[in-house]
């Protein structure tokens, strides 16, 4: 596991209907050992697009990656590619644990896209994503996070700013 790892900023652009800015990185990572233990994004809350072929990837695996990034800030994960009903459903009992949720935390919301194309889990991460439980103007941040597929990185760059343009 990386201390520190700078994600890459594409682009910023008005949020919908909302007078301040949204902001879209990508962290891409060769497996789930790379996560750093902190992300660098606006705000303190973001939503995690996490692009991802998870196929015969151990749920302790999985449960460690989504314990870091809901220690980093996320609260809203949208999830696309092989097993990503079964990486929703990890996140989600990790967050559920023993079934209480942490006084002074926002509400966890997750997604799952196995039937949608890369490029609608990206329109919904950038589109309809939005915390219940956190004002947008404090939640203006999408980070995609691309595991194992440099082609997917490319892929979901281009679609960000086709997307929010």
């Known amino acids: 596991m990386t201390d520190h790892l700078r994600t890459r900023h594409i682009t910023s652009a008005p949020a919908f209907a909302s007078s301040y800015q949204k902001e879209y990185y990508i962290l891409e990572i060769d497996d789930p050992s790379g996560l750093p233990k902190s992300i660098d994004v606006a705000g303190d809350y973001f939503t995690a697009l996490i692009v991802w072929d998870a196929k015969g990837v151990s749920a302790d695996v999985i449960s460690q990656l ?15 590619g092989g097993d990503c009903e079964r990486v929703h459903d ?25 039937k949608d194309t890369l490029d609608e889990a990206v329109d919904f991460a ?4 939005l915390s219940m439980d956190i004002p947008e103007e404090e939640h203006p941040s999408v980070v995609a996070i691309c595991i194992g597929a440099p082609h997917w990185t490319a892929e979901v760059e ?3 700013l086709r997307k929010v343009s």
């Not at 990890?90 to 196995?114: F, N, Q, Y």
């Not at 950038?126 to 994503?129: E, G, L, Y």
């Open 66 to 80: 989504a314990r870091q990034l809901i220690d980093a800030g996320c609260d809203y994960f949208c999830t696309w």
């Open 90 to 114: 990890i996140i989600d009992a990790e967050w559920v644990g023993d079934g209480t949720t942490p006084l002074g935390k926002p509400g966890l919301m997750t997604t799952w896209h196995d």
């Open 126 to 129: 950038v589109h309809h994503a």
């Open 158 to 160: 281009r679609l960000f």
